[in-house]
Nanobody
Framework: QVQLVESGGGLVQPGGSLRLSCAASGLHLDYYAIGWFRQVPGKEREGVSCISSSDGSTFYADSVKGRFTISRDNAKKTVYLQMNSLKPEDTGVYYC??????????????????WGQGTQVTVSS
């Protein structure tokens, strides 16, 4: 079955960096767009970034543009999220997800078929 496993989260000071990884199994990763979302208690899951399956086009939430970079290595079946200049408001549980063929907006959670279990990112001094 399809499995997504996130890793790389942790505690980091403001201004620091982390690189999240999303390792996929049970599917041909190169066929699918992959998104990263984050969530904090009491708030809806927020789209952070997405990378397409075809031409590698990337999409970012305004709040992370210029600081985060999404990339993929189809041979390793892994998608990455490089996060630089982290801010306390970046704190949350980060999830990766496989996007479905529905043609809607990349930042809408219902567009995604499969989800990982999440990894905690805490930005605090």
């Amino acid at each position: 079955q399809v499995q997504l496993v996130e890793s790389g989260g942790g505690l980091v000071q403001p201004g620091g960096s982390l690189r999240l990884s999303c390792a996929a199994s049970g599917l041909h990763l190169d066929y699918y767009a992959i998104g990263w979302f984050r969530q904090v208690p009491g708030k809806e899951r927020e789209g952070v970034s997405c990378i397409s399956s075809s031409d590698g086009s990337t999409f970012y939430a305004d709040s992370v543009k210029g600081r985060f970079t999404i990339s993929r290595d189809n041979a390793k079946k892994t998608v990455y999220l490089q996060m630089n200049s982290l801010k306390p408001e970046d704190t949350g549980v980060y999830y990766c997800a496989v996007r479905g063929p529905y043609g809607g907006s990349w930042y809408v959670p219902s567009e995604y078929l499969y989800w990982g279990q999440g990894t905690q990112v805490t930005v605090s001094s």
